[in-house]
């Protein structure tokens, strides 16, 4: 919105108090921002179930954790990046099947790099769950990237 | 590193926050967060409510991002689940729905003082305030196509997707608000 010569009064103050209002940040964002971040760190995802296993018997973390740390996994590869994870457990909640969607950097050795991912997804699952047995991993590779978005955003 | 985060698109923010990279979705509540304070407060009013209805919004974010499909831009979906946020706060106020809250002789008086304030400020903040007191004369449907087109800068379609109306009703809406704002501030000077 911005003034002209044939608007009305009223047109142009409305026009110069817009710009004043896009400009504006609200009062008391920073400190409402840290306490939103807080809230948002306490809050609960829904996600599946998924069983583990130690020493002392089983136990359950969720699905979610499972792809925060699959994707922190594949973030320290340099030629790949997780598009998606999707888990399937059977009816009493142990991991069947894994799969990791994926792209690739452009350049990069596909096979090679989908190994590089499988690799690290297998080893993340069992410092995770335990040794789980019977538990299959895909990795699909649907994209090439050209510049990956920064590794670490924090 | 300020400079590579800024440039990190939206669409891909989405996606590492919905895997749980939680250091994106606080890129997302830095990049929006300000925005979504600025509509729910001239939606509200009420500071209390203002930052419940965010919180609410990036709340909903967090947990539907998993399986937000981006059919609609990632901003044009925060603002979607904060205008629910906020209109679900507004029925529950006696003289909500497609009335202004408070009467033009009242808004007009406090125009009259603000204008006429030694104190004040600057121009720009006093100008804003006057924007922001006109505002009220507004129903909450055309304050919210007013604000996302006006001030945030969303196209028409973009504004018909949160209000989940037609950009023809979008437009219109416009219309009888931007004539209310100007015959408001007629008086300014």
Same mark, same amino acid.
């Given at each position: 919105?911005t003034t002209?010569?044939?608007?009305t009064?009223?047109?142009?103050?409305?026009?110069?108090?817009?710009?004043?209002?896009?400009?504006?940040t609200p009062?008391?964002?920073?400190?409402?921002?840290?306490?939103?971040?807080e809230?948002?760190?306490?809050?609960?995802?829904?996600?599946?179930p998924?069983?583990g296993?130690?020493e002392?018997?089983?136990f359950v973390?969720?699905?979610?954790?499972?792809?925060?740390?699959?994707r922190?996994?594949?973030?320290r590869?340099p030629?790949?990046?997780?598009?998606?994870v999707?888990c399937?457990?059977?009816?009493d909640?142990?991991?069947?099947l894994?799969t990791?969607?994926?792209?690739?950097?452009?350049?990069?050795?596909v096979p090679?790099t989908a190994?590089?991912?499988?690799?690290?997804?297998?080893a993340?699952?069992r410092?995770?769950?335990?040794e789980?047995?019977?538990?299959?991993?895909?990795?699909?590779?649907?994209?090439?990237?050209?510049?990956?978005?920064?590794?670490?955003?924090? | 590193?300020?400079?590579?985060?800024?440039?990190?698109?939206?669409?891909v923010l989405?996606?590492?926050?919905?895997?749980?990279?939680?250091?994106a979705?606080?890129?997302?509540?830095?990049?929006?967060?300000?925005?979504?304070?600025r509509?729910?407060?001239?939606?509200?009013?009420r500071?209390d409510?203002?930052?419940?209805?965010?919180?609410?919004?990036?709340?909903?974010?967090w947990?539907g991002?998993?399986?937000?499909?981006g059919?609609?831009s990632?901003?044009?979906w925060?603002?979607?689940?904060?205008r629910?946020?906020?209109?679900?706060?507004?029925?529950?106020?006696?003289?909500?729905?497609?009335?202004?809250?408070?009467p033009v002789?009242?808004v007009q008086?406090?125009?009259?003082? #603000?204008?006429?304030? !030694?104190? &004040?400020s600057?121009?720009?903040?006093? $100008? @804003? =305030?006057?924007?922001e %007191?006109? #505002?009220?004369?507004? !129903?909450? &449907?055309?304050r919210?196509a007013w604000? $996302? @087109? =006006?001030?945030e800068? %969303?196209?028409?379609?973009e504004v018909?997707?949160?209000?989940g109306?037609?950009?023809?009703?979008?437009?219109?809406?416009?219309?009888?608000?931007r004539?209310?704002?100007?015959?408001t501030?007629?008086?300014?000077?």
């Amino acid at each position: 919105m911005t003034t002209t010569p044939d608007q009305t009064h009223g047109e142009q103050v409305l026009a110069q108090a817009t710009e004043a209002l896009r400009l504006h940040t609200p009062s008391g964002w920073q400190v409402f921002r840290v306490n939103l971040l807080e809230t948002v760190r306490r809050a609960y995802r829904p996600s599946a179930p998924i069983r583990g296993r130690h020493e002392q018997g089983e136990f359950v973390v969720s699905c979610d954790v499972l792809t925060a740390d699959v994707r922190e996994a594949v973030d320290r590869l340099p030629q790949a990046e997780v598009t998606a994870v999707r888990c399937v457990t059977d009816e009493d909640d142990h991991l069947e099947l894994l799969t990791v969607e994926t792209g690739v950097r452009y350049g990069a050795h596909v096979p090679t790099t989908a190994e590089e991912v499988r690799t690290a997804v297998v080893a993340t699952v069992r410092e995770l769950l335990g040794e789980v047995e019977g538990v299959r991993v895909h990795v699909h590779v649907g994209d090439v990237f050209q510049e990956g978005p920064p590794r670490t955003l924090g | 590193m300020d400079a590579e985060r800024a440039e990190v698109p939206d669409d891909v923010l989405a996606r590492r926050a919905g895997l749980g990279d939680r250091d994106a979705f606080a890129l997302i509540v830095d990049r929006h967060g300000p925005a979504l304070l600025r509509y729910a407060g001239n939606l509200l009013h009420r500071s209390d409510q203002v930052e419940d209805c965010v919180q609410d919004a990036f709340l909903a974010a967090w947990r539907g991002l998993p399986t937000f499909r981006g059919d609609s831009s990632l901003r044009t979906w925060l603002f979607t689940l904060a205008r629910h946020a906020a209109f679900a706060r507004l029925r529950r106020w006696p003289n909500a729905g497609s009335r202004p809250f408070i009467p033009v002789e009242e808004v007009q008086d406090r125009l009259r003082d #603000l204008r006429e304030d !030694p104190e &004040r400020s600057s121009v720009e903040s006093a $100008l @804003r =305030e006057a924007l922001e %007191l006109a #505002l009220q004369l507004l !129903p909450p &449907r055309q304050r919210t196509a007013w604000l $996302l @087109r =006006e001030v945030e800068g %969303l196209s028409y379609e973009e504004v018909a997707s949160v209000l989940g109306t037609t950009s023809t009703a979008v437009r219109g809406l416009l219309e009888r608000s931007r004539t209310t704002l100007a015959t408001t501030l007629e008086e300014w000077r």
